[in-house]
Nanobody, 119 residues
């Protein structure tokens, strides 16, 4: 199983980025897809998630509500996160995660993509 995250980079405060995560080896249609982030010196935190229900149900950390939007395209086996109005505190490595509902073991991680927001 591989989750390939991309789309990170350096952006000024107020700017936007779109992260992508393409999966191989699993059918993401069966998985809750999440984006986590880890800032220097801080614990990894859940940023956003999208369930397998129809229609999609999404949830966000309070710190990103109204600025970030997670979406999935099961036909491309991919999940995305549009990040707008980026702030320096959004600087972190962003990780894609696929978790099989009701399973404690089937959870997969991508390698992370670095987002740096300058003030």
């Amino acid at each position: 199983v591989q989750l390939q995250a991309s789309g990170g980079g350096l952006v000024q405060a107020g700017g936007s980025l779109r992260l992508s995560c393409v999966a191989s080896g699993i059918n993401i249609g069966l998985y809750t897809m999440n984006w986590y982030r880890q800032a220097p010196g801080k614990q990894r935190e859940l940023v956003a998630g999208v369930t397998i229900t129809k229609p999609d149900r999404t949830h966000y950390a309070d710190s990103v509500k109204g600025r970030f939007t997670i979406s999935r395209d099961n036909s491309k086996n991919a999940v995305y996160m549009q990040m707008n109005s980026l702030q320096p505190e959004d600087t972190a490595i962003y990780y894609c995660n696929a978790k099989l509902p009701f399973s404690t073991t089937q959870s997969y991680w991508g390698q992370g993509t670095l987002v740096t927001v300058s003030s």
